[in-house]
């Protein structure tokens, strides 16, 4: 079966300090991979996705980044983070073969930037 | 927007009784999908149904879709306290080749013992 582990869990790191997050996949291969952020009260934006190594696409501009250097593994990183983005990260995975499959996310990783 | 917008926003009942979540959209969709969210977790994927289907159910849950409405509801029979958390609808625009879904804000649901 496939399974998603993303981490870490919570995290708390000074304005201007860098950020990664990292999410793997087990159980598939060549997935559709996905960062969300969920502020609070508020429901999903996509942030970014990815359909292969090396391929990212990014859905809202800002002071974020993704990168994808293995098959199962889906990296959201920053160099400078700011207030603002601060919140719920959660990454996602999609079987790729055809558009329309079920879409699983992971635990989330809580983003405390102070 | 494109997003789903669930109504009520909160949702409070006794155990035992059902709870009924509803979905409006404004675009043409592939899909629509139900998750749940228990406080500070990640999302649990509930049903998906898609465009050409009016109804799904999978346990105490019942799904429907009604495409001219551009509207869902999610059933929850005989709820049980552990069923409180928030429901999301996501949709997929059609024609879309990538898994991008437009959230809603989420139902509260709270089922007192």
């Known amino acids: 079966s496939q399974t998603i582990h993303q981490w870490p869990a919570t995290l708390v790191q000074p304005v201007g300090s860098p950020l990664s997050l990292e999410c793997t996949v087990e159980g598939t291969s060549n997935p559709n991979l996905y960062w969300y952020r969920q502020a609070a009260g508020r429901g999903l934006q996509l942030l970014f996705y990815s359909v292969g190594i090396g391929q990212i696409s990014s859905e809202v501009p800002q002071n974020l980044s993704a990168s994808r250097p293995q098959d199962r593994q889906f990296i959201l990183s920053s160099k400078k983070l700011l207030l603002s983005d601060s919140g719920f990260y959660l990454c996602?995975?999609?079987?790729?073969?055809?558009?329309?499959?079920?879409?699983?996310f992971g635990e989330g990783s809580w983003l405390t930037v102070v | 927007s494109q997003q789903g917008e669930e109504d009520p926003q909160a949702l409070s009942i006794q155990e035992g009784e059902n709870a009924t979540m509803n979905c409006s959209y404004k675009t043409s969709i592939n899909n629509l999908q139900w998750y749940r969210q228990n406080s500070g977790r990640g999302l649990v994927h509930l049903i998906l149904i898609r465009s050409n289907e009016r109804e799904k159910h999978s346990g105490r849950l019942r799904v429907t879709l009604d495409t001219s409405k551009k509207s869902s509801s999610l059933l929850i029979t005989a709820s049980r306290a552990a069923d409180t958390a928030s429901y999301f609808c996501?949709?997929?625009?059609?024609?879309?080749?990538?898994?991008?879904?437009?959230f809603g804000r989420g139902t509260q649901l709270t089922v007192w013992p």
């Open positions: 996501a949709t997929e625009d059609r024609g879309s080749t990538l898994g991008r879904l437009y």
């Open positions: 996602a995975w999609q079987k790729g073969d055809v558009p329309g499959n079920t879409i699983y």
